[in-house]
């Protein structure tokens, strides 16, 4: 069975541009999160998807967006992106709420 | 907001001794306690869960225990290897998400 798969796996923007993530779930799963990890703040909640509607969303600004789609693959889109942003951003998926959630490598977004 | 504290931040033990991992989680709701371990350049990846309705869980090396009275879950590795270095992340369900705490980062020496 695959696992989690996000592309792409490094990626460098300059400040005010945009980027998309993309993410791959296991096969089967619905469940989606999206996660930023960065050294001083640990990993952070940024919004999970389930059948192609949020559930839930984190305290990020607006300029974080996602979406799912009907084969469960998920985008999650940073707009204006600021220098702040640069971090690793991961994805989880699981079958079902509050059972084991698997992550992928993540993708290592460097913004200059 | 919902909060999970993990204790100690960093951890050095010998090949062969036992490390402790100590969270405290405030959602008196959460019922569901993951551990992840998470090695340079990967994803966490899940090593151990547990449920509010189990007090203790045991996987070989790994065990955690959990005291929902107090909130608090803890990871337990005995018999530590080299190869158990890494950073490792507790968490804890609430409303749809999990909450994680900010990692504690395991040395074994040799």
């Known amino acids: 069975k695959a696992g989690v798969t996000q592309t792409p796996r490094y990626l460098i923007k300059t400040r005010g541009q945009q980027v998309t993530l993309s993410c791959s779930p296991i096969?089967?799963?619905?469940?989606v999160s999206w996660y930023q990890q960065t050294p001083g703040q640990g990993l952070q909640f940024l919004f999970e998807?389930?059948?192609?509607?949020?559930?839930n969303k984190g305290n990020f600004p607006g300029r974080f967006s996602g979406r799912q789609f009907s084969n469960s693959r998920s985008e999650m889109n940073v707009s204006t992106l600021e220098l702040g942003d640069s971090a690793l951003y991961l994805c989880a998926s699981s079958g079902h709420l509050n059972t084991e959630a698997f992550f992928g490598q993540g993708t290592r977004l460097t913004v200059v | 907001g919902e909060n999970v504290e993990q204790h100690p931040s960093t951890l050095s033990v010998q090949e062969g001794d036992s490390a402790v991992i100590k969270c405290t989680y405030s959602?008196?709701?959460?019922?569901?306690f993951p551990w992840y371990k998470q090695e340079l350049g990967k994803g966490p990846q899940l090593i151990i869960d547990i449920r509010s309705n189990v007090g203790e869980k045991k996987d070989q090396r790994i065990a955690v225990t959990l005291n929902k009275t107090a909130k608090h879950f803890s990871l337990h590795i005995t018999e530590t290897q080299p190869e158990d270095s890494a950073v490792y992340f507790c968490a804890a369900s609430s409303a749809d998400k999990l909450i994680f705490g900010t990692g504690t980062r395991l040395q074994v020496f040799p």
């Open positions: 096969s089967g799963h619905r469940s």
């Open positions: 998807y389930f059948s192609e509607t949020q559930r």
């Open positions: 959602d008196s709701a959460s019922n569901y």
